[in-house]
Structure formats: structure tokens, C-alpha cells
């Protein structure tokens, strides 16, 4: 039997409802999306796109107005569904009356992990995020990157197979960025899937297998990052010396583009004749790699055209 | 462990952390300080203040109407009190950031509003005991009279508090508010319940006539919970042991369940 998709929306609606018609709010206009087993799936979008309503749906904190989602193959709304997901909300808020290992524990409860189990389970969370040494403080002494650590610790605390994290390196400084990306590594190589909502774009290009553009409710990008920022058959060729003298020994096919060489090559035996006539001609080649764009520019130009299109 | 029983557990972990019953305490022990020492000087003035505003009946049974005067003296404080205590518990659960993560875990919204309910009435029970049941004691060990129909206050008030409560839950839905919850149920306890109380009198209903207000009088009348008038069934009940006629029980039960079936169902509805 295959496994289910962690996610899988299909035609989702959501609509804010107000007394006058002309106030109404689509916040999602029907959107399709399915997240693999195992991959870290990226959700991009503007602010305002229905990142956090899409997510909120997903975890029945909100209600859609149409369409079908489903949580690891339940619909969601099945509490069931949610034994098995783990969740950091934006502006995460604990009882700041508790430490922190108290706050573990009755969240643990709440996820109906035994006794046991959260007793093994707490310190090795926090050890995770780094915060084993402040589990006796009270959650209320927390800076705002220390509050986003342990939310991240409670999401993870019951090893669920699902992970949603909406913004999870808000406020959280460089190194401790690096550390939560790779929590996020380990938590896939461990066969979990992790959805992840961020404005960080740097940070969702470098940890990310795939990733949807969210604008105004509708999908407008769907695809690994590669297969986003790639650059069609274009290939990014680093010389030593002028470029542009080694570009005259490729001819048409070849351009100058941020003191390297850009080649069109459609195929890799294309790729390798060109390298070949390079260096015939004498040309020492420092690194060859797929001409690609940041993800940055991709988003820019996938929103910018989405809004211009007629919808 | 269930749901329900983890949020009730919680919502007692949060009054105690939050000191809420050790400053409520203070307040009922400085309280009982002082009943003390009037009931151990002027014990009449206090009595007579209780029984007149309620009304003092004549007849034989002088000590059970002064004890029930004392009771329905006691009752107000005590329910305002129980009321500002656990105003914020609604509310709080509802901030943004803390609703998300308890309905992303795998609890129902039925279990979880349910929880938190129990809990306040739990943290209520608590306050009242200790409230009335220390006053009893005070009187009785002042002044050698023990007249355990005085320890009705104890559940009478729950009731109160119970609907009251109802309220807020229902208030929080909208507001997210401890002072708004806190106001509105006070104004009510204090001054909607007996004016709509008070409209339906043969007096009230004598000066308003026919005019409008005398219908939307007669409507929140019947719709919001008679609280006031579990206030003169108490006199009623400390005094003979007994009470006479149980609509206004039976309406504020009603009432509190409806209350509470619409606060749950909007809670179970809404978009956080």
C-alpha cells in the first residue's frame, strides 16, 4: 500500500464573509497542491497571499469554505489526523506562567504522549533546539528567538510525521537559523515531511526539495527549486582571464554575463563540445554549472506576472 | 490522559501560578478578620443590613432570618468576587499564537471549551467554600450559633456563578476581552438582573404600561438568567430550610445550558 500524502488540497476555497458583498474576502480561490512523503515542501507568498489561512485550514484552526484537503490521508477536522502532525504558529504564545519543560510536558499531553514517553522525550527536545540548560526558566524570561526554539521543540516533540512551520527562524539570529535548518535536514533524513511557510527566501533555496508561489489566493508556481531557478539550457562557464575573449572562441552561442561566460548548450554532449573548443583555444576553466536564477528573482517575476494576468 | 481532563488540570495549574487563589484568599481571610471582629461588637447592624435589604420578616424565627439576611449579605461579594477571578480565563485561551497551537493538537473544540469551563467552575467552588464556609464558621464560633442551612450559599452561589460564567465564555467569543467580560457580567449581576427583575414586579410592570420597553423588558427577562432571583430563593432556603417556588431555578438552569450550547457552538465555529 502506497503512503498517503501528507497534504493533499485539492480546489480549496476559503472565503472572509462580511456583511456588505463588496467587503468579502477570497483569501484562497481554489487551489490544488500535493506535498510528498519525505520532502521539505516550501510555501512562498507575498503577504497577504494565504499562506497562513492555507496552513490554519490544513490544521482545522480555520474552516474552508469549499474544496477537499487532506492531513496524512484524513480529512482535516479528524483529530486523529493531528496525532501525527507537529505545528509552529507564527507569534507562537505559551503559558508564560510555566517553565519550559513544564510548558513540554502539558503540550505533550495535549498530544497524548504518555508519561513515559515525554519523559524521554522533553530533554532530548530541548537538547535539539538548545535549550536544555534554560528548561527550569519560565517561558515568560524567553527572548523572542529562545520562544520560536521551543515552539519548534514542541512541534517536534512527539516525532510526528508531518511538520508545519509557519516562519519558523522569525527572530532567530544567524546561528541559530543554521541550527533550525538543520533540524530540519535531520527531521527529513529521518523520513518525516516538513512544510514550511517563510518570507526567508535564502533560507527555503537552501533547505527546500520543492516549492509552490502562493499569490492572492491561486498557485501560480509549483516545482523543485531547480526546476524554478534554472535557467533554461543555459550554462554558467567561470574563466580565468577576459571572458569575453573566450566567448569569442563559442561564437553566438556564448555571452558575458557577471564576469563569466553563459552558454547555450541544449544537451550535456553540447556542453562538453563547447568546453572542448574552449579549451583548444586555450582557455583555463575554473567551474562550469546550470546557469540559474535566485529564487528571489523567480518569486519577483512569478508575482509581478501573476498579478498582471487576467485572473 | 483526555483532553478535557489535561485543559481543566491546566486551567487549576494557571490559577494557582498566577497567585490569583492565594490573593483571593487574602482577600476572604482579611474579610473574616473583620466579620470577626464586628460580629464580636456589633453583630445586629450587620444582620439588620442584610435582612432589611431583602426584606425582614416578622414573626418568631428571628436567628434563621438573620442568618439568612447574613447569607444573602455574603452572597454578592461572593459571586463578584468568583466573577473578576476567572474573567480572564476565556480570553487568555483565546490570544492568537496560544488558541493556534491547543487546536492544532489532537483535541476536539467541544473537549477543550468544556475543560476550561470546568476549570473555572472548579477555581469558583474552591473560593466559595472557603468564602462561606469561613464565614459560618466565624458566625457560629462568635456567637454559639450554628445554622448549617447557612452553608446553601455554597452551592447557590456555584449556580449564580454558573450562569455567569455561561456569559463569559460566550462574551470571549467576541471580544477576547477580561474587562469586557468582567464589565459586562458585573453590570449585569448589579444592575441589568434586578432592573429587569424589578420590571417584572407589579410595580415595574404598572409604571412601564404598554410601551416598547416593557417588551424587550419581558423578552431579556425570560432569556437572560434570573440570577437575582436566586439571591431572595437563597434567604428563602437559609431561612426554612425549604424553597417554594422553583421557576427561577429551573429558568436560570435553562438558561446557563442554552448560553453555554451557543458559546460552545461558536467556539466550535469560528475561524482563529
Same mark, same amino acid.
Given at each position: 500500500?502506497?503512503?498517503?500524502?501528507?497534504?493533499?488540497?485539492?480546489?480549496?476555497?476559503?472565503?472572509?464573509?462580511?456583511?456588505?458583498?463588496?467587503?468579502?474576502?477570497?483569501?484562497?480561490?481554489?487551489?490544488?497542491?500535493?506535498?510528498?512523503?519525505?520532502?521539505?515542501?516550501?510555501?512562498?507568498?507575498?503577504?497577504?497571499?494565504?499562506?497562513?489561512?492555507?496552513?490554519?485550514?490544513?490544521?482545522?484552526?480555520?474552516?474552508?469554505?469549499?474544496?477537499?484537503?487532506? $492531513?496524512?490521508?484524513?480529512?482535516?477536522?479528524?483529530?486523529?489526523?493531528?496525532?501525527?502532525?507537529?505545528?509552529?504558529?507564527?507569534?507562537?504564545?505559551?503559558?508564560?506562567? %510555566?517553565?519550559?519543560?513544564?510548558?513540554?510536558?502539558?503540550?505533550?499531553?495535549?498530544?497524548?504522549?504518555?508519561?513515559?514517553?515525554?519523559?524521554?522525550?522533553?530533554?532530548?527536545?530541548?537538547?535539539?533546539?538548545?535549550?536544555?540548560?534554560?528548561?527550569?526558566?519560565?517561558?515568560?524570561?524567553?527572548?523572542?528567538?529562545?520562544?520560536?526554539?521551543?515552539?519548534?521543540?514542541?512541534? %517536534?516533540?512527539?516525532?510526528?510525521? $508531518?511538520? %508545519?512551520?509557519?516562519?519558523?527562524?522569525?527572530?532567530?539570529?544567524?546561528?541559530?537559523?543554521?541550527?533550525?535548518?538543520?533540524?530540519?535536514?535531520? $527531521?527529513?533524513?529521518?523520513?518525516?515531511?516538513?512544510?514550511?511557510?517563510?518570507?526567508?527566501?535564502?533560507?527555503?533555496?537552501?533547505?527546500?526539495?520543492?516549492?509552490?508561489?502562493?499569490?492572492?489566493?491561486?498557485?501560480?508556481?509549483?516545482?523543485?527549486?531547480?526546476?524554478?531557478?534554472?535557467?533554461?539550457?543555459?550554462?554558467?562557464?567561470?574563466?580565468?582571464?577576459?571572458?569575453?575573449?573566450?566567448?569569442?572562441?563559442?561564437?553566438?552561442?556564448?555571452?558575458?554575463?557577471?564576469?563569466?561566460?553563459?552558454?547555450?548548450?541544449?544537451?550535456?554532449?553540447?556542453?562538453?563540445?563547447?568546453?572542448?573548443?574552449?579549451?583548444?583555444?586555450?582557455?583555463?576553466?575554473?567551474?562550469?554549472?546550470?546557469?540559474?536564477?535566485?529564487?528571489?528573482?523567480?518569486?519577483?517575476?512569478?508575482?509581478?506576472?501573476?498579478?498582471?494576468?487576467?485572473? | 490522559?483526555?483532553?478535557?481532563?489535561?485543559?481543566?488540570?491546566?486551567?487549576?495549574?494557571?490559577?494557582?501560578?498566577?497567585?490569583?487563589?492565594?490573593?483571593?484568599?487574602?482577600?476572604?481571610?482579611?474579610?473574616?478578620?473583620?466579620?470577626?471582629?464586628?460580629?464580636?461588637?456589633?453583630s445586629g447592624?450587620i444582620t439588620v443590613a442584610g435582612a432589611l435589604v431583602h426584606g425582614m420578616p416578622g414573626g418568631t424565627d428571628a436567628l434563621g432570618a438573620i442568618f439568612a439576611g447574613l447569607a444573602v449579605t455574603?452572597?454578592?461579594?461572593?459571586?463578584?468576587?468568583?466573577?473578576?477571578?476567572? @474573567?480572564?480565563?476565556?480570553?487568555?485561551?483565546?490570544?492568537?499564537?496560544?488558541?493556534?497551537?491547543?487546536?492544532?493538537?489532537?483535541?476536539?473544540?467541544?473537549?477543550?471549551?468544556?475543560?476550561?469551563?470546568?476549570?473555572?467552575?472548579?477555581?469558583?467552588? @474552591?473560593?466559595?467554600?472557603?468564602?462561606?464556609?469561613?464565614?459560618?464558621?466565624?458566625?457560629?464560633?462568635?456567637t454559639?450559633i450554628w445554622i448549617p442551612a447557612f452553608?446553601l =450559599?455554597?452551592?447557590?452561589?456555584?449556580?449564580?456563578?454558573?450562569?455567569?460564567?455561561?456569559?463569559?465564555?460566550?462574551?470571549?467569543?467576541?471580544?477576547?476581552? =477580561?474587562?469586557?467580560?468582567?464589565?459586562?457580567?458585573?453590570?449585569?449581576?448589579?444592575?441589568?438582573?434586578?432592573?429587569?427583575?424589578?420590571?417584572? =414586579?407589579?410595580?415595574?410592570?404598572?409604571?412601564?404600561?404598554?410601551?416598547?420597553?416593557?417588551?424587550?423588558?419581558?423578552?431579556?427577562?425570560?432569556?437572560?438568567?434570573?440570577?437575582?432571583?436566586?439571591g431572595s430563593l437563597l434567604f428563602e432556603a437559609v431561612r426554612h430550610g425549604r424553597i417554594g417556588d422553583?421557576?427561577?431555578?429551573?429558568?436560570?438552569?435553562?438558561?446557563?445550558?442554552?448560553?453555554?450550547?451557543?458559546?460552545?457552538?461558536?467556539?466550535?465555529?469560528?475561524?482563529?
Amino acid at each position: 500500500m502506497t503512503e498517503p500524502s501528507p497534504i493533499d488540497v485539492r480546489g480549496l476555497r476559503k472565503t472572509y464573509r462580511a456583511l456588505r458583498r463588496s467587503k468579502r474576502i477570497e483569501a484562497l480561490r481554489g487551489i490544488d497542491l500535493e506535498v510528498r512523503p519525505g520532502e521539505i515542501f516550501g510555501l512562498l507568498g507575498p503577504n497577504g497571499a494565504g499562506k497562513t489561512t492555507l496552513v490554519k485550514i490544513l490544521l482545522a484552526i480555520g474552516h474552508a469554505t469549499g474544496g477537499q484537503a487532506k $492531513l496524512l490521508g484524513r480529512p482535516v477536522g479528524d483529530p486523529r489526523a493531528r496525532r501525527q502532525v507537529g505545528y509552529l504558529p507564527e507569534n507562537i504564545r505559551f503559558p508564560d506562567f %510555566l517553565h519550559a519543560e513544564d510548558a513540554l510536558h502539558y503540550l505533550g499531553r495535549l498530544s497524548r504522549m504518555s508519561g513515559a514517553d515525554r519523559k524521554q522525550a522533553v530533554p532530548a527536545a530541548l537538547e535539539q533546539v538548545g535549550l536544555l540548560e534554560r528548561r527550569t526558566s519560565k517561558v515568560r524570561t524567553f527572548s523572542k528567538g529562545m520562544l520560536q526554539r521551543l515552539g519548534l521543540a514542541q512541534a %517536534l516533540l512527539h516525532r510526528p510525521r $508531518l511538520v %508545519l512551520l509557519d516562519e519558523p527562524t522569525d527572530g532567530v539570529d544567524p546561528i541559530g537559523r543554521k541550527e533550525i535548518r538543520d533540524v530540519l535536514v535531520r $527531521l527529513r533524513e529521518g523520513g518525516a515531511t516538513v512544510f514550511l511557510n517563510s518570507h526567508m527566501l535564502s533560507e527555503v533555496e537552501r533547505v527546500c526539495d520543492r516549492v509552490a508561489i502562493l499569490d492572492q489566493g491561486q498557485v501560480l508556481r509549483t516545482g523543485s527549486v531547480e526546476e524554478l531557478t534554472r535557467h533554461g539550457n543555459r550554462w554558467r562557464v567561470a574563466v580565468e582571464g577576459d571572458p569575453a575573449a573566450a566567448a569569442g572562441a563559442l561564437g553566438p552561442s556564448a555571452t558575458v554575463l557577471e564576469g563569466a561566460l553563459e552558454v547555450e548548450a541544449p544537451t550535456v554532449a553540447a556542453l562538453n563540445a563547447a568546453i572542448d573548443r574552449l579549451r583548444a583555444a586555450g582557455v583555463l576553466l575554473t567551474e562550469v554549472r546550470p546557469a540559474s536564477t535566485s529564487l528571489e528573482d523567480v518569486f519577483i517575476d512569478v508575482v509581478e506576472h501573476g498579478r498582471e494576468e487576467p485572473k | 490522559m483526555s483532553g478535557f481532563l489535561t485543559i481543566w488540570l491546566h486551567t487549576l495549574s494557571e490559577a494557582r501560578h498566577r497567585k490569583l487563589l492565594v490573593a483571593s484568599f487574602a482577600l476572604i481571610g482579611l474579610q473574616l478578620i473583620l466579620i470577626a471582629a464586628l460580629v464580636g461588637s456589633a453583630s445586629g447592624m450587620i444582620t439588620v443590613a442584610g435582612a432589611l435589604v431583602h426584606g425582614m420578616p416578622g414573626g418568631t424565627d428571628a436567628l434563621g432570618a438573620i442568618f439568612a439576611g447574613l447569607a444573602v449579605t455574603f452572597y454578592y461579594p461572593g459571586l463578584l468576587l468568583m466573577v473578576w477571578l476567572t @474573567a480572564g480565563f476565556f480570553p487568555r485561551m483565546q490570544e492568537r499564537g496560544s488558541i493556534d497551537l491547543l487546536l492544532s493538537k489532537p483535541i476536539g473544540r467541544l473537549a477543550l471549551f468544556a475543560g476550561r469551563f470546568a476549570g473555572c467552575a472548579t477555581i469558583a467552588l @474552591a473560593a466559595s467554600t472557603l468564602y462561606f464556609g469561613g464565614n459560618y464558621l466565624v458566625l457560629g464560633w462568635k456567637t454559639g450559633i450554628w445554622i448549617p442551612a447557612f452553608l446553601l =450559599t455554597i452551592p447557590a452561589t456555584l449556580f449564580a456563578y454558573t450562569a455567569f460564567l455561561t456569559m463569559m465564555a460566550l462574551i470571549s467569543q467576541a471580544g477576547r476581552s =477580561t474587562a469586557l467580560s468582567a464589565a459586562l457580567v458585573t453590570g449585569y449581576a448589579v444592575f441589568i438582573g434586578p432592573l429587569l427583575y424589578a420590571a417584572e =414586579t407589579e410595580l415595574g410592570r404598572t409604571l412601564m404600561g404598554d410601551s416598547a420597553w416593557a417588551g424587550l423588558f419581558a423578552v431579556l427577562y425570560n432569556v437572560l438568567p434570573r440570577t437575582t432571583e436566586t439571591g431572595s430563593l437563597l434567604f428563602e432556603a437559609v431561612r426554612h430550610g425549604r424553597i417554594g417556588d422553583t421557576t427561577a431555578l429551573l429558568q436560570v438552569a435553562l438558561s446557563s445550558l442554552a448560553w453555554f450550547a451557543v458559546g460552545a457552538f461558536w467556539f466550535h465555529r469560528k475561524d482563529y
